[in-house]
């Protein structure tokens, strides 16, 4: 990954970082092979993991579509990282879960994501991080870049 660096500048860092995830999703196997990925690489991935879903629908959508896989270690990489910013925005998430545990099976986890009323603390406490997540999309490309280089 160190042949980007290189070519890192203040115009391109996105698209080079872009290319460092590309080249650890194939390593990886699309998340299915992260036992590939050294320590290093396997928060960067984790990371992306969760920021992808995020990205996709909102802090609902990740936990809609992951349940309680990667929350622990979510947390951990993003640490790693230095993302504290995301770290907080997910820890607050993970704490207005509405069980006191979120189910590691996805299904249990829908049961009780659907049981909530339309108007619910739960929902609009995920919105509000949704949108502080969402701002901070410079901060995140930083600390990426940062951490790997």
Not at 4 to 13: A, E, I, R
Not at 103 to 112: A, G, K, Q, T, Y
Not at 128 to 139: A, N
Request: a negative charge; hydrophobic letters at 35%; proline letters at 3%.
């Amino acid at each position: 990954m160190k042949q980007y660096l290189t070519k890192l500048s203040s115009d391109n860092k996105a698209e080079i970082f872009e290319q460092v995830i590309y080249d650890l999703w194939d390593k990886c196997a699309d998340g299915e092979n992260l036992e590939n990925l050294n320590e290093t690489e396997r928060p960067l991935i984790i990371s992306q993991l969760i920021q992808d879903s995020i990205n996709g629908g909102g802090i609902n959508s990740f936990f809609y579509n992951n349940a309680n896989r990667y929350v622990s270690e979510g947390l951990v990489s993003f640490k790693k990282i230095g993302l504290i910013k995301v770290y907080e925005i997910f820890q607050n998430a993970v704490n207005a879960f509405p069980n006191d545990t979120i189910p590691n099976d996805i299904e249990e986890c829908r049961l009780i994501m659907e049981g909530l009323p339309d108007d619910n603390p739960t929902d609009e406490k995920w919105y509000e991080l949704t949108d502080e997540f969402y701002s901070l999309e410079d901060y995140i490309l930083n600390q990426n870049i940062e951490y790997h280089y």
